[in-house]
């Protein structure tokens, strides 16, 4: 096993532009993925290669306390977990794998409409900051939503450069990123919720491309199911390059207000 410990820095862009007490769930998978690339000798970065991951969120990680992230490195599939120091206890927060396969070719690449230079979309192409809980438009990693009369919401997956630079090949976290923000797009635009809620992970899993090249236009899309919103509601979304289905996002969330995640948390 191969051990780590997580750097936090909660300036990152992984932290809500709204004060939160718990470390976000984007930022314990972007330090599992990035030691897991390690353990593999940048396997996860590799176009010919494509990524499955299942993750799961059994209990908050806090702002205070040492975060550790474990690798163990068992051929082709990676257990990974997160464990954090709270008090005289040592707490899982996160555990899953990652299994790393052959990619078939990806569509051939192309500069998307609305965006500039090298793949990067242009901002006035970004989606409304406060809908994916940004302030900082350069975070906001979708494009404008755009939903067909079957109920099917698209966006465009943009870039963010605190995140990758603009000419590298797309990082797996980008993808997740994009789907995290379209989930909560989607609890405003399709569910009604107040822009002051707070959703917590529960599940991920994932099937995606591990390298795709920057200037390949990438979408995320999702359409709206039969019967009414719950608190706790699995978001299956799909990654496209123009007519090509390139995988899938599946993300389980539960909603709460501010009230009821003030009695979670002091429970």
């Not at 993925?33 to 000798?41: N, P, R």
């Not at 609305?114 to 990067?120: I, N, P, Q, V």
């Amino acid at each position: 096993m191969r051990t780590v410990p997580l750097r936090v820095d909660r300036h990152h862009p992984f932290f809500f532009d709204h004060p939160v007490d718990h470390l976000p769930g984007n930022l314990l998978i972007a330090g599992l993925l990035g030691l897991a690339d390690d353990v593999t000798g940048g396997a996860l970065r590799r176009p010919d290669r494509r990524l499955r991951l299942t993750f799961a969120f059994p209990a908050f990680g806090e702002l205070e306390g040492a975060v550790d992230l474990h690798c163990d490195d068992a051929g082709d599939t990676l257990d990974l977990t997160a464990t954090q120091s709270v008090g005289d206890t040592i707490r899982e927060i996160c555990r899953g794998t990652v299994t790393v396969l052959p990619e078939t070719a990806l569509p051939a690449a192309g500069p998307a409409a609305g965006t500039g230079r090298g793949g990067t979309a242009t901002l006035t192409a970004r989606a409304e900051p406060k809908l994916v809980h940004r302030a900082d438009l350069s975070t906001v990693m979708l494009g404008a939503p755009i939903e067909t009369p079957s109920g099917e919401v698209t966006c465009a997956v943009l870039r963010c450069p605190t995140l990758a630079a603009s000419g590298g090949p797309r990082h797996p976290i980008e993808v997740i990123e994009a789907a995290r923000q379209l989930v909560l797009m989607l609890g405003h635009i399709a569910n009604g919720h107040p822009y002051d809620v707070h959703v917590v992970w529960i599940d991920l899993a994932a099937d995606i491309p591990a390298a795709p090249p920057a200037d390949l236009p990438l979408r995320v899309s999702w359409r709206r199911p039969d019967g009414k919103p719950r608190a706790r509601t699995a978001f299956d979304m799909d990654l496209h390059a123009g007519t090509t289905d390139l995988g899938t996002v599946r993300l389980v969330t539960h909603t709460m207000s501010p009230a009821a995640y003030r009695k979670v948390r002091s429970a």
